[in-house]
C-alpha cells in the first residue's frame, strides 16, 4: 500500500477572490438562504435561482469556469480561493450528525453557485443519502476504507468511474482545514501525462479490456465483488482523451492492459498537483479529464477535525431524466436482480 503522493504545488494557479467580491458572493447565498429556508436543496425553483443568483460571481471567475467547462485544461482542475463560508458548527463525525444545509447556508450555496456554471446539479441514491452537498470528513471506524470517510492514503480515482452517469464535474469546498497540515488533496490530469505515455500504451488503453470495481456503498444484495463490463480507460478526442479508472479498483483483464495500466499509474504518479486544502478554498475537477486521491491523515474526533464538502454537477440532465427520483437524486443501479450491465466476479 503506498504510503504517500509526491506533487507538485496547485496553488500556485489558483483565483484569488478579493474580500469584496466574497462578501457579495454571500449577500446572495444569504438572501437565497432567507427565501427558501424551508426548502430542499433539491427544489428545482432553489436551484434555478441559485443558477442566477451565480451573476454574483466575478467575471474573471465565471470566464475561467466557462473556459474550463468548454474546453478543460491539462490539469483538469481549478481552483478558487477566498470563498466565503459563513459560520461553522462543529466537523460532523457521523452521517447522523451531519449538518443541514441550512446549517452551512452561505459555503452550500456559494458552492453551487459555482458548479451551476460547470452543469446541473446531480447527487446519487447509494451515497451519502442522495445528499446534493455531502459532508467529506474523518468518520470514527472508516480509518482504512478507500472511500473519502476514512483517513488513510485514498488511491487515485476517477469519481464513481464504474458508474454508467459519473459526475462530470466535482468540487471540494474546505470549511475546515487538517491542522495537522498532512491531508493533501492531489490530482493527476491526463493532459500533463499523455506526452509521457508510448504509443503502445496509449492504444492498448484505449481497448476495452478494463473492468473496475464497484464502490461497496453501491452494491446492495451480495458479499460479491461487482465490476463493471470491460471498458476503455481512455476514450473520446485523441489529443483530448477522456480518462475513466481507479487505480484501486480497476484491473486490466490481458497482461497488455495489465502493462498498460502499470505504465499509466506511473505517469500520473510522476505529474501530480496538489494542495492541503485550507478555509475557503474550493477545487473543481473535470472528472473526464483528472483522477484525484488524499495523502493520509489523524482525525482527533473533536469537532475540529478537516472537514470539505462535496458536490457533483452533470453537463446535461436529459439523459438521466428518466432515472432520477426525488429531485437531482439518480436512482440505485444494483438493486435489481442480476442487475443489467454487471457482471458479478466468480
Ligand atoms: O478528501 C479529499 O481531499 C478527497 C476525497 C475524495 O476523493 C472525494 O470526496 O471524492
Ligand atoms: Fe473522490
Request: with cysteine.
Amino acid at each position: 500500500m503506498r504510503k504517500e503522493f509526491v506533487y507538485a504545488d496547485a496553488r500556485t494557479t489558483g483565483i484569488v477572490l478579493s474580500e469584496t467580491e466574497s462578501d457579495i458572493i454571500e449577500a446572495a447565498a444569504l438572501k437565497i438562504a432567507a427565501q427558501y429556508a424551508e426548502y430542499s436543496l433539491h427544489s428545482t425553483d432553489l436551484l434555478h435561482t441559485v443558477e442566477l443568483a451565480a451573476a454574483a460571481l466575478p467575471s474573471e471567475v465565471r470566464r475561467a469556469l466557462i473556459s474550463f467547462r468548454d474546453e478543460g485544461n491539462t490539469s483538469g482542475t481549478l481552483l478558487l480561493r477566498g470563498l466565503p463560508l459563513g459560520s461553522l458548527p462543529a466537523t460532523p463525525e457521523r452521517a447522523e450528525d451531519e449538518p443541514d444545509w441550512t446549517e452551512v447556508p452561505v459555503a452550500t450555496l456559494s458552492q453551487l453557485m459555482v458548479m451551476s456554471v460547470l452543469g446541473r446539479a446531480i447527487s446519487y441514491s447509494d451515497e451519502k443519502n442522495g445528499n446534493l452537498v455531502q459532508d467529506v470528513s474523518p468518520e470514527r471506524g472508516a480509518e482504512t476504507r478507500q472511500e473519502n470517510s476514512g483517513s488513510i492514503l485514498l488511491e487515485l480515482h476517477t469519481e464513481d468511474g464504474f458508474h454508467p452517469a459519473a459526475p462530470h464535474f466535482l468540487s471540494l469546498i474546505c470549511l475546515r482545514g487538517d491542522r495537522d497540515g498532512l491531508a493533501a488533496t492531489v490530482t493527476g490530469g491526463i493532459g500533463d501525462v499523455l506526452p509521457a505515455l508510448d504509443e503502445e500504451t496509449v492504444s492498448t488503453l484505449r481497448r476495452p479490456e478494463f473492468r473496475t470495481k464497484f464502490s461497496t456503498s453501491f452494491v446492495h444484495d451480495t458479499d460479491e465483488e461487482v465490476l463493471t463490463p470491460s471498458v476503455p480507460v481512455l476514450s473520446g478526442a485523441e489529443a483530448n482523451p477522456d480518462l475513466r479508472v481507479d487505480f484501486h479498483g480497476t484491473v486490466g483483464t490481458t497482461p497488455a492492459a495489465r502493462a498498460a495500466l502499470a505504465a499509466l499509474e506511473d505517469a500520473v504518479l510522476g505529474s501530480l498537483r496538489g494542495l492541503v486544502l485550507e478555509p475557503g478554498e474550493l477545487i473543481i475537477l473535470d472528472n473526464r479529464r483528472t483522477v484525484h486521491g488524499r495523502t493520509g491523515f489523524i482525525p482527533r474526533y473533536d469537532g475540529a477535525d478537516r472537514w470539505l464538502r462535496r458536490s457533483f454537477a452533470l453537463a446535461d440532465l436529459r439523459p438521466v431524466l428518466d432515472d432520477l427520483g426525488a429531485g437531482r437524486i439518480h436512482n440505485a443501479i444494483t438493486t435489481r436482480q442480476p442487475a443489467p450491465g454487471l457482471a458479478t466476479v466468480a
